[in-house]
């Protein structure tokens, strides 16, 4: 351990539900993270779904929440469907992404569901390094799905996870 870390150590995050009070954090993390980032009304409405899960990942230390990362699906037991994962730019590549989805497809699992469904473009390289590392496997394939800022459309992959 070098001296660095041991007198700035690394938050620590925990996984805990997500609701509408999030609402900011969510589209905040979802602008930095995607191209088209949806809306604080937008997760609004999703966060008091009956049926969309959300998890976030939360820094223990702090009085005040501070989101590091969020996993939103639609859970329609036995299916379930990830609708958005990000993780905050400044935590990447410390292994946040995947703790957070490995716990979002826990609590999944609990709810019922047996197959998880996403879209992601073919080149987001991070995101499917983590979902192949917790057993996604592409099954599909979409053309022109995404559109990027530069008017480009890339591919989408449909990936399925069978817990």
Request: hydrophobic residues 45%; proline residues 6%.
């Amino acid at each position: 351990m070098s001296l660095i870390s041991t007198l700035f150590p690394q938050p620590r995050f925990v996984i805990r539900p997500l609701g509408a009070e999030h609402a900011d954090d969510c589209a905040r993390l979802h602008a930095a993270s995607f191209a088209f980032p949806w809306s604080k009304i937008d997760f609004e409405s999703m966060l008091t779904d009956p049926h969309v899960l959300a998890d976030g990942a939360f820094n223990e230390k702090l009085l005040k929440d501070e989101v590091g990362g969020m996993a939103l699906s639609r859970l329609l037991p036995p299916d379930a469907e990830i609708l958005t994962f990000a993780v905050d730019p400044k935590r990447r590549g410390a292994g946040l992404g995947r703790a957070l989805l490995a716990a979002h497809l826990t609590n999944l699992e609990r709810g019922g569901a047996r197959l998880i469904f996403l879209e992601v473009g073919e080149d987001n390289a991070a995101a499917l390094k983590v979902y192949e590392r917790l057993g996604f496997k592409t099954i599909g394939r979409r053309e022109n799905y995404y559109k990027r800022p530069s008017g480009e459309r890339q591919a989408a992959l449909t990936m399925r996870c069978e817990l």
